[in-house]
């Protein structure tokens, strides 16, 4: 039996957002889509990132993970005041493109919906109050001595 050269989208299950899901967002093959166009994006590191979405919450707009990159990016409204950058976060210009992927992809190694579309909206200065209260990282051990080197004979 052959198998078709699209998949079966019907087949993953939307939850009932895919009623929700705004009409840019891919059907089938994860899309590269330019900023400005339908959102502004802001590019947040991924530990500051992750602690924005704790602090937020899930109820907010749509934010893309890429994991390769180690990066998020949170998908807003179309921004009327500037964004002020922070130490890890940064408004994309309109152009920059990114990688969207398909409606239903939650999760895996490449890029996924870390909060898919649908479900509200991001305010900006919620966002930049949440970036601005980060906590720091807890710093990763040093490595222990090398063992003692013996003299040379």
Known sequence: MKRPAWPNVEQFPAHGLRDRTPGWV?????????AGRHWDAIRVHRPDALQALQL?????????????????FFLLDQL?????????ARLLRHGTVIAVPQWHVRNGRDVHWAVPPGRGATDPDDLHEALARRQPQPRRPLASPAAKRRPKP
């Open 80 to 88: 009327h005041e500037p964004w002020e950058a922070t130490r890890t």
């Open 26 to 34: 891919p059907q089938v093959w994860t899309t590269r889509l330019p």
């Open 56 to 72: 937020l919450g899930y109820g907010i707009g749509p934010v893309i993970a890429n994991p390769y990159a180690q990066v998020h």
